[in-house]
């Protein structure tokens, strides 16, 4: 499973609540708390955020499904504009549900405006904590496509539009690996902690602990971050303190492994024949 993805997910919601005209109507894959926010009353501009395709192509390596280079990750911010009914108008025990109209001119405007601002929060906003976050974690947006909402079949168009990041992101995290202080997810961590409001709080102990239970040798960092099994690494010993009795943990015992066995007692570097 791949942790920077909800992380880089919940950062997109936080720094697009109240900076558009959705204001905080902002959320985080799941609609029903929508329905409620608008019920009643006239059509408000929502925004719903997702994380769609994740594709890492080509892997030239085990250790590469953790890099970002050539991961292409799709988070998708669907804005549109609805109003709730209840699904039994005169039961107030029945569902409500959300209820899209035919669009119209001011539909329109608020789809295109709140598209707009949806940009500059996450890549153009200087002062905007989450919108850094949100850059610092994405080292390249490869593609932007939108589309815009509507039923062909029955020829009915309502006020929506759906934006695409895909975006080239940072480093995923290797299990048990501790992030260095720098590290944008320990950012992440406190904001989410100085701002409840957004509704992420309790992601900020579920990540902390995930980042720091059970952190792992130096040497073991190398080995996941590369994908290499325990004998390769071995086998590198470019400058890695091994584990020895003592130290880390009891060196690999080669009599007991399947793994093909080099019948080398002495390597040297000399170049001649």
Same mark, same amino acid.
């Given at each position: %499973?791949?942790?920077?993805?909800?992380?880089?997910?919940?950062?997109? *919601?936080?720094?697009?609540?109240?900076?558009? !005209?959705?204001?905080?109507?902002?959320?985080?894959?799941?609609?029903?708390?929508?329905?409620?926010? #608008?019920?009643?009353?006239?059509?408000?501009?929502?925004?719903?955020?997702?994380?769609?395709?994740?594709?890492?192509?080509?892997?030239?390596?085990?250790?590469? #499904?953790?890099?970002?280079? $050539?991961?292409?990750?799709?988070?998708? #911010?669907?804005?549109?504009?609805?109003?709730?009914?209840?699904?039994?108008?005169?039961?107030?025990?029945?569902?409500?549900?959300?209820?899209?109209?035919?669009?119209?001119?001011? %539909?329109?405007?608020?789809?295109?405006?709140?598209?707009?601002?949806?940009?500059?929060?996450?890549?153009?906003?200087?002062?905007?904590? !989450?919108?850094?976050?949100?850059?610092?974690?994405?080292?390249?947006?490869?593609?932007?496509?939108?589309?815009?909402?509507?039923?062909?079949?029955?020829?009915?168009?309502?006020?929506?539009?759906?934006?695409?990041?895909?975006?080239?992101?940072?480093?995923?995290?290797?299990?048990? *690996?501790?992030?260095?202080?720098?590290?944008?997810? !320990?950012?992440?961590?406190?904001?989410?902690?100085?701002?409840?409001?957004?509704?992420?709080?309790? *992601?900020?102990?579920?990540?902390?602990?995930? %980042?720091?239970?059970?952190?792992?040798?130096? !040497?073991?960092?190398?080995?996941? %971050?590369?994908?290499?099994?325990?004998?390769? #690494?071995?086998?590198? $010993?470019?400058?890695?303190?091994?584990?020895?009795?003592? *130290?880390?943990?009891?060196?690999?015992?080669?009599?007991?492994? $399947?793994?093909?066995?080099?019948?080398?007692?002495?390597?040297?570097?000399?170049?001649?024949?």
């Amino acid at each position: %499973m791949s942790l920077l993805r909800p992380i880089l997910r919940a950062t997109t *919601v936080a720094a697009l609540r109240d900076q558009t !005209w959705a204001e905080d109507r902002v959320y985080d894959s799941d609609l029903t708390p929508l329905a409620t926010a #608008v019920f009643g009353g006239p059509a408000k501009p929502y925004i719903v955020c997702y994380t769609d395709q994740d594709d890492v192509s080509p892997v030239l390596g085990i250790g590469e #499904v953790y890099s970002g280079e $050539n991961r292409s990750l799709s988070i998708a #911010v669907e804005i549109g504009v609805a109003g709730a009914v209840r699904s039994s108008p005169g039961d107030p025990l029945s569902p409500i549900v959300l209820q899209f109209a035919a669009t119209d001119m001011g %539909m329109e405007w608020a789809c295109d405006v709140t598209s707009a601002q949806v940009l500059s929060a996450l890549t153009g906003s200087a002062t905007s904590a !989450w919108g850094e976050l949100f850059k610092r974690m994405t080292t390249r947006i490869r593609r932007l496509p939108t589309r815009r909402g509507g039923m062909a079949q029955q020829g009915v168009r309502f006020a929506a539009r759906r934006l695409i990041f895909v975006v080239q992101p940072i480093y995923d995290f290797v299990p048990g *690996v501790v992030p260095v202080p720098t590290h944008p997810v !320990w950012e992440f961590i406190r904001l989410t902690r100085a701002s409840p409001a957004i509704g992420e709080v309790d *992601v900020a102990s579920v990540v902390e602990s995930l %980042m720091t239970t059970s952190p792992i040798p130096d !040497w073991r960092s190398i080995q996941g %971050m590369l994908g290499l099994t325990r004998a390769g #690494v071995e086998a590198l $010993n470019a400058g890695i303190p091994l584990p020895w009795p003592g *130290v880390e943990e009891p060196p690999l015992d080669l009599s007991d492994t $399947n793994e093909f066995v080099p019948p080398f007692l002495d390597v040297s570097l000399d170049d001649s024949p």
